[in-house]
């Protein structure tokens, strides 16, 4: 017996495991040429494309991408080295151009789809499916040009950062196609082995869906290739112990801290990160509503969707219906598997493919169109295999359907990436999904303020950084852009660099300052500000802002003093006093605020702006109706101020918690809480909040307990976890079918 015959476990003169080589077709020699050709046309504009969300730290913020001598160390030492090594050639190349990037992107694209060509067309000519060459190399033409121009992959294709998720795909079908390849290959078995394992350990390298390889290999495997486990392990378990030692790759890479990190620190991406702020089995139960979305954009991918902000359930059986249906698939699927009916291998791959991202381990974006980018390969033959069943008698109508298929989708994908070249246009399709979703407002603000020229200054700012990467006033300047526009995790290594660059620079240290305070890191940011304030005493915005944080610090005496020394500046500035009356409300000292309140609104020619803050000192102590009666005037006299919407908020929540019944009114407090909520929008958990107080006046303890439910999740969704225990008291007292009372 051969090794060859060992390897298959029986010998070669036994027909029931004879696999022969795959015959060659004419069809081989120019598919590759068609896709090329085929792919370009479709995806051309990806190369007039720039950077999105992740892109920009992912590439020109990241050490490791700008010196490729630190690529090369940690390319085998850090989660997805081997994509940051591909960032870094980038880079060495051509510097922060995108184009490079997006063409590199495209030709892992399209060795992707080479590799699923020879996937599915050696794979179809097994002795356990039985097809004849031709149509199986047909077959699998279709299949693999239907993938490349397939929709729903262009999020993958096009946005930078997920070239992660086309390197790791393309290795998951090195794997399988490594697999076929040992049981047809009687003089390189070996190699096809080894070639598989080394498939699997650079895919660690990649992403975190590689995870899953080693278990669909030994699914094929099983289905496709050999009867019995025993068989399998008999034959290949020098193969399968490497597949399964590549898991050690995780621990080596830290690739598990996906699990632990935390978003509100800014180091983690956009894609990763909830564990602390949403529940496993909550998580598990959104996702069946997001997968059977991906499976339906698989069929129908009509509205596509670059940033979902998809809501997070407020409980497991809000998604009870989704969920059940997703288990019966999942059981369906294991027991044909069990069955050893081959095809189950299709929604077994899919399951195991979307496992690390869609199952029990929450990461942040609860649905990312690009988690299917391979997945839906799996759905594509399984259709592509049911209609070559229902049309084996008409082959001419078959190929027929695949070429409309083929060209309704390549318009489809062609459009989207039109969409791609335009942010403005990509954002405001995200708001047409999303109206309430806080990332596309301002990601659809920044694409408004590059298209009217702000993008050309970065770029020369990032050019500057290029030629210098210590030049103090580039660094500054693009990092306080990026503050500005909220895109913290670009501002913080630029900010932080000007300033070690420049310490003695107040307009540096102000700006890092501020970010500081947003990441809550209080102590590092009340140095800079003394530090300023010792150099220019007389700033008095920077007086303010140094008085907020000691506020937020608790530490009012010493807020009070930054205010009276801003005072004495400015001693009839309003904005200031009123500042120093909600400190003192806050420190509470109710009494003190109520004089000062009265005294500024007696001084100020009763400004509009002193209105609310009178109000709020007579709600603190305990004046009630006067505090009623200033909220309502204000409203009254001025009905369309945008400004007004905090005093709507503050009335529903009067209306609906005040300890004087007299105060209270069910019928305005609901009233007020609807308009807060209406524009607002159900993303922010204080609209919720609010409703379900205003509900609950009512005597609609049902609707207030399922609002409550809502304003949880929107806590958790946004990081909000210290809020929780407030909420859900008040949600205990909803569940005693009572009112909350302040």
């Given at each position: 017996m051969t090794d060859y015959e060992r390897a298959l476990g029986k010998p070669m003169t036994d027909t029931s495991t004879n696999i022969s080589i795959p015959m060659r077709t004419s069809i081989g020699y120019w598919a590759w040429l068609a896709m090329l050709i085929w792919m370009a046309v479709v995806y051309h504009g990806a190369?007039?494309?720039?950077?999105?969300?992740?892109?920009?730290?992912?590439?020109?913020?990241n050490p490791s991408v700008i010196d490729l001598g630190i690529a090369f160390q940690n390319a085998m030492l850090s989660d997805r080295g081997l994509v940051t090594l591909s960032f870094a050639g980038n880079y060495a190349l051509?510097?922060?151009?995108?184009?490079?990037?997006?063409?590199?992107?495209?030709v892992v694209h399209y060795l992707n789809g080479l590799l699923l060509f020879g996937l599915l067309s050696r794979t179809l000519q097994l002795p356990s499916v039985g097809m004849d060459a031709k149509r199986a190399t047909w077959l699998g033409f279709a299949g693999a040009m239907i993938w490349l121009i397939h929709p729903l992959g262009s999020?993958?294709?096009?946005?930078?950062?997920?070239?992660?998720?086309?390197?790791?795909?393309?290795?998951?079908?090195?794997?399988?196609?490594?697999?076929?390849?040992?049981?047809?290959?009687?003089?390189?078995?070996?190699?096809?082995q080894i070639g598989c394992v080394l498939a699997c350990l650079l895919g660690m390298q990649c992403k975190l869906i590689c995870v899953t390889m080693p278990v669909t290999l030994l699914a094929m495997d099983r289905l496709l290739l050999l009867d019995s486990f025993g068989r399998i392990f008999k034959t290949r378990r020098w193969m399968y112990l490497g597949l399964i030692a590549t898991w050690g790759m995780m621990g080596m890479t830290g690739m598990l801290g996906i699990f632990s990190s935390d978003p509100q620190n800014g180091?983690?991406?956009?894609?990763?990160?909830l564990m602390q702020i949403i529940s496993p089995s909550?998580?598990?139960?959104?996702?069946?509503?997001?997968?059977?979305?991906?499976?339906?954009?698989?069929?129908?991918?009509?509205?596509l969707v670059f940033d979902h902000n998809w809501p997070v359930p407020a409980t497991v059986s809000e998604c009870g219906l989704t969920l059940s249906v997703m288990v019966v698939l999942f059981l369906v699927t294991v027991i044909l598997a069990?069955?050893?009916?081959?095809?189950?291998?299709?929604?077994?791959?899919?399951?195991?493919?979307?496992?690390?991202?869609?199952?029990?381990?929450?990461?942040f974006d609860l649905a990312v169109e690009h988690r299917m980018y391979l997945a839906v390969a799996c759905v594509i033959v399984g259709i592509l295999l049911l209609l070559g069943r229902l049309l084996r008698r008409f082959p001419s109508v078959f190929m027929t359907v695949c070429v409309l298929i083929i060209l309704m989708l390549s318009i489809r994908t062609w459009f989207r990436v039109g969409d791609y070249q335009q942010p403005v246009v990509l954002w405001q399709k995200v708001l047409a999904v999303y109206p309430d979703s806080p990332r596309a407002r301002l990601h659809l603000q920044v694409a408004q303020a590059m298209a009217q020229g702000l993008?050309?200054?970065?770029?020369?700012?990032?050019?500057?950084?290029?030629?210098?990467?210590?030049?103090a006033s580039a660094l500054h300047a693009l990092g306080e852009i990026y503050l500005k526009s909220q895109r913290f995790n670009l501002a913080r290594p630029l900010l932080e660099k000007a300033v070690n660059l420049k310490s003695d620079n107040a307009d540096y240290c102000i700006s890092l300052a501020q970010l500081q305070r947003i990441d809550g890191r209080l102590t590092e940011a009340s140095k800079l500000y003394e530090q300023v304030i010792q150099q220019r005493p007389e700033d008095v915005s920077t007086l303010v802002a140094y008085a907020e944080l000691l506020a937020g610090q608790k530490r009012w005496q010493q807020a009070l003093d930054c205010l009276n020394q801003a005072l004495v500046l400015k001693?009839?500035?309003?904005?200031?006093?009123?500042?120093?009356?909600?400190?003192?409300?806050?420190?509470?000292?109710?009494?003190?605020?109520?004089?000062?309140?009265k005294e500024l609104y007696a001084q100020s020619g009763q400004d509009p702006r002193t209105f609310g803050v009178l109000a709020s000192a007579y709600a603190a102590n305990g004046q009630w109706a006067q505090a009623r009666d200033l909220f309502e005037q204000i409203l009254a006299q001025h009905p369309r101020n945008s400004s007004n919407l905090g005093t709507v908020q503050r009335l529903a929540w009067l209306y609906a918690t005040c300890p004087d019944e007299s105060v209270c009114d069910g019928v305005k407090a609901l009233t007020y809480a609807k308009t807060f909520f209406d524009r607002v929008g159900g993303s922010n958990p204080v609209a919720w909040d609010t409703l379900a107080a205003a509900l609950a006046r009512s005597g609609d303890y049902e609707q207030a307990i399922h609002a409550m439910h809502k304003a949880i999740a929107r806590l958790k969704a946004v990081g909000r976890s210290d809020l929780i225990p407030a909420y859900q008291q008040r949600l205990d007292t909803y569940q005693r079918y009572r009112p909350w009372h302040q």
């Amino acid at each position: 017996m051969t090794d060859y015959e060992r390897a298959l476990g029986k010998p070669m003169t036994d027909t029931s495991t004879n696999i022969s080589i795959p015959m060659r077709t004419s069809i081989g020699y120019w598919a590759w040429l068609a896709m090329l050709i085929w792919m370009a046309v479709v995806y051309h504009g990806a190369l007039q494309t720039g950077y999105f969300l992740d892109d920009e730290q992912s590439i020109l913020l990241n050490p490791s991408v700008i010196d490729l001598g630190i690529a090369f160390q940690n390319a085998m030492l850090s989660d997805r080295g081997l994509v940051t090594l591909s960032f870094a050639g980038n880079y060495a190349l051509h510097g922060a151009e995108p184009w490079g990037y997006h063409l590199v992107n495209l030709v892992v694209h399209y060795l992707n789809g080479l590799l699923l060509f020879g996937l599915l067309s050696r794979t179809l000519q097994l002795p356990s499916v039985g097809m004849d060459a031709k149509r199986a190399t047909w077959l699998g033409f279709a299949g693999a040009m239907i993938w490349l121009i397939h929709p729903l992959g262009s999020q993958a294709v096009i946005y930078l950062a997920q070239r992660a998720e086309l390197m790791a795909s393309g290795m998951y079908l090195l794997g399988a196609y490594s697999l076929v390849r040992s049981v047809d290959s009687p003089t390189h078995w070996r190699r096809w082995q080894i070639g598989c394992v080394l498939a699997c350990l650079l895919g660690m390298q990649c992403k975190l869906i590689c995870v899953t390889m080693p278990v669909t290999l030994l699914a094929m495997d099983r289905l496709l290739l050999l009867d019995s486990f025993g068989r399998i392990f008999k034959t290949r378990r020098w193969m399968y112990l490497g597949l399964i030692a590549t898991w050690g790759m995780m621990g080596m890479t830290g690739m598990l801290g996906i699990f632990s990190s935390d978003p509100q620190n800014g180091t983690a991406s956009a894609g990763a990160g909830l564990m602390q702020i949403i529940s496993p089995s909550t998580y598990l139960a959104a996702q069946s509503s997001v997968i059977l979305y991906y499976l339906k954009l698989s069929v129908w991918p009509v509205v596509l969707v670059f940033d979902h902000n998809w809501p997070v359930p407020a409980t497991v059986s809000e998604c009870g219906l989704t969920l059940s249906v997703m288990v019966v698939l999942f059981l369906v699927t294991v027991i044909l598997a069990g069955m050893r009916v081959r095809w189950s291998i299709l929604p077994l791959a899919v399951f195991l493919i979307l496992a690390p991202t869609c199952s029990f381990v929450p990461v942040f974006d609860l649905a990312v169109e690009h988690r299917m980018y391979l997945a839906v390969a799996c759905v594509i033959v399984g259709i592509l295999l049911l209609l070559g069943r229902l049309l084996r008698r008409f082959p001419s109508v078959f190929m027929t359907v695949c070429v409309l298929i083929i060209l309704m989708l390549s318009i489809r994908t062609w459009f989207r990436v039109g969409d791609y070249q335009q942010p403005v246009v990509l954002w405001q399709k995200v708001l047409a999904v999303y109206p309430d979703s806080p990332r596309a407002r301002l990601h659809l603000q920044v694409a408004q303020a590059m298209a009217q020229g702000l993008d050309k200054h970065i770029q020369q700012l990032q050019r500057a950084i290029a030629d210098d990467s210590n030049d103090a006033s580039a660094l500054h300047a693009l990092g306080e852009i990026y503050l500005k526009s909220q895109r913290f995790n670009l501002a913080r290594p630029l900010l932080e660099k000007a300033v070690n660059l420049k310490s003695d620079n107040a307009d540096y240290c102000i700006s890092l300052a501020q970010l500081q305070r947003i990441d809550g890191r209080l102590t590092e940011a009340s140095k800079l500000y003394e530090q300023v304030i010792q150099q220019r005493p007389e700033d008095v915005s920077t007086l303010v802002a140094y008085a907020e944080l000691l506020a937020g610090q608790k530490r009012w005496q010493q807020a009070l003093d930054c205010l009276n020394q801003a005072l004495v500046l400015k001693p009839d500035d309003v904005t200031l006093k009123i500042n120093q009356v909600n400190i003192l409300l806050r420190a509470d000292r109710k009494v003190h605020a109520l004089i000062a309140a009265k005294e500024l609104y007696a001084q100020s020619g009763q400004d509009p702006r002193t209105f609310g803050v009178l109000a709020s000192a007579y709600a603190a102590n305990g004046q009630w109706a006067q505090a009623r009666d200033l909220f309502e005037q204000i409203l009254a006299q001025h009905p369309r101020n945008s400004s007004n919407l905090g005093t709507v908020q503050r009335l529903a929540w009067l209306y609906a918690t005040c300890p004087d019944e007299s105060v209270c009114d069910g019928v305005k407090a609901l009233t007020y809480a609807k308009t807060f909520f209406d524009r607002v929008g159900g993303s922010n958990p204080v609209a919720w909040d609010t409703l379900a107080a205003a509900l609950a006046r009512s005597g609609d303890y049902e609707q207030a307990i399922h609002a409550m439910h809502k304003a949880i999740a929107r806590l958790k969704a946004v990081g909000r976890s210290d809020l929780i225990p407030a909420y859900q008291q008040r949600l205990d007292t909803y569940q005693r079918y009572r009112p909350w009372h302040q």
